[in-house]
């Protein structure tokens, strides 16, 4: 059972959203919030797989609350999700390492998709988003390289982060075990002085390996 935190400051779309969510027997809503700061609070008082956070509301936006659920909860995955597609927004939210930005007009399937793509350590962007976001970390970085003490093998495992692939489906295309891609994905880290998973995802496509 995958535990979600909901964190929505219009109680209808929270209510629909946790009934989009809830017609998977694998995820169950086991919170909800009002705003950022309660969020927070649900999350201090009770363990929760994955926080799903509006980008706009109250007293605490999601951006800030993602901030802090980052630093004080590193294993917890954090999907934004919103109606604003703007650039600046997408950005903002993956600087601190979040699995996910979602649109809320979006579909049931691509929601479910995303929470459970998030819990097994793939980046999930919806195709606006990432019509948008792509194109800005390619014009930022067009000169960046590859790391030159990365292996043929690390090359290959940082381009399928950069696809989004989680850590079975990049064993299950390269032939490795799930245990081999992971010691890998740290070693990858430590070469790049990265933090997470969508730092490296976002490197692989200013890398051009994407």
């Known amino acids: 059972m995958i535990k979600v935190v909901l964190a929505e400051d219009q109680v209808m779309v929270r209510q629909g959203l946790k009934a989009m969510i809830e017609t ?8 909800e919030a009002g705003n950022g700061k309660e969020a927070v609070e649900l999350c201090e008082k009770h363990h929760f797989d994955v926080a799903i956070l509006d980008i706009r509301m109250p007293e605490m936006d ?18 934004m999700l919103t109606t604003f597609d703007d650039e600046q927004y997408v ?3 993956l600087k601190l390492g979040v699995s996910g930005y979602m649109l809320k007009n979006g579909d049931t399937e691509s929601l479910l998709r995303a929470i459970k793509d998030s819990v097994k350590g793939a980046l999930s962007l919806e195709g606006q988003v990432a019509a948008k976001v792509v194109p800005a970390l ?3 970085e067009q000169d960046q390289s590859v790391h030159p003490d990365l292996t043929p093998r690390e090359r290959g495992i940082l381009k399928c982060i950069g696809e989004g692939l989680n850590n079975k ?14 010691n890998q994905i740290s070693h990858i880290l430590d070469k790049l002085e990265l933090r997470d998973r969508t730092q490296l995802a976002i490197y692989a496509i200013r890398s051009r390996l994407v």
Do not use: C
């Not at 027997?25 to 086991?30: A, S």
């Open 62 to 79: 999601g951006i800030e609350a993602a901030k802090i659920l980052r630093m004080r909860f590193p294993q917890m995955k954090i999907l």
């Open 138 to 140: 390619l014009h930022n």
């Open 169 to 182: 489906e990049i064993a299950d295309r390269l032939g490795l075990s799930v245990g081999t891609v992971k």
């Open 91 to 93: 950005m903002d939210a």
């Open 24 to 31: 998977d027997p694998e995820v169950k809503v086991k919170g």
